[in-house]
T-cell receptor, first 109, second 115 residues
Framework: KQEVTQIPAALSVPEGENLVLNCSFTDSAIYNLQWFRQDPGKGLTSLLLIQSSQREQTSGRLNASLDKSSGRSTLYIAASQPGDSATYLCAVITYKYIFGTGTRLKVLA | EAGVTQSPTHLIKTRGQQATLRCSPISGHTSVYWYQQALGLGLQFLLWYDEGEERNRGNFPPRFSGRQFPNYSSELNVNALELEDSALYLC??????????????FGQGTRLTVV
């Protein structure tokens, strides 16, 4: 059974720091992996989709990498801002999305 | 182009009642997925519909059911509501049927509160 774990569970940092959020999964038989952010009480906002043939994706201050063989993905956030405060979720994708446990991020002004 | 739309945004029901949640997929998408996010818990896969058929369901009791209509929109029905059914219910749609190599797009969710 696929299990997806995110570390750390919560993170509080001062504005401007570079951050690394980790996602690990137990079964490497996935197609793609996607990172989302979720604001309190809201739906999901897609950040980055990494297809199985890719090793990383970048969008603005965000960079995500994928190593299927080791069952790991990393989301790197550069120069964090208070507006980045949210819960970040990774999901491994087969025929369905299996979500991680989430990292709750708070960026302090 | 419109994204995945869900209605209603909020729904309040009494324990024992039935709730119906609706989802309209992106035009051209044939697969619809339902997920539950209960307070303090992660997002859990509920149901997958494709071409009008239920393809897979998660580990939920039979009182969670649904259907997909010929226009690919979908309903999620929750019967005999219990307090722990209070959650955010998210719908997603995608192009391909269960291959996992295309992106699913998520709606903004329906917040169900059972009192």
């Amino acid at each position: 059974k696929q299990e997806v774990t995110q570390i750390p569970a919560a993170l509080s940092v001062p504005e401007g720091e570079n951050l690394v959020l980790n996602c690990s999964f137990t079964d490497s038989a996935i197609y793609n992996l996607q990172w989302f952010r979720q604001d309190p009480g809201k739906g999901l906002t897609s950040l980055l989709l990494i297809q199985s043939s890719q090793r990383e994706q970048t969008s603005g201050r965000l960079n995500a990498s994928l190593d299927k063989s080791s069952g790991r993905s990393t989301l790197y956030i550069a120069a964090s801002q208070p507006g980045d405060s949210a819960t970040y979720l990774c999901a491994v994708i087969t025929y369905k999305y299996i979500f991680g446990t989430g990292t709750r991020l708070k960026v302090l002004a | 182009e419109a994204g995945v739309t869900q209605s209603p945004t909020h729904l309040i029901k009494t324990r024992g009642q039935q709730a119906t949640l609706r989802c309209s997929p992106i035009s051209g998408h044939t697969s619809v997925y339902w997920y539950q996010q209960a307070l303090g818990l992660g997002l859990q896969f509920l149901l997958w519909y494709d071409e009008g058929e239920e393809r897979n369901r998660g580990n939920f009791p039979p009182r969670f059911s649904g259907r997909q209509f010929p226009n690919y929109s979908s309903e999620l029905n929750v019967n005999a509501l219990e307090l722990e059914d209070s959650a955010l219910y998210l719908c997603a749609s995608s192009l391909a049927s269960g291959t996992g190599d295309t992106e699913a797009f998520f709606g903004q969710g329906t917040r169900l509160t059972v009192v």
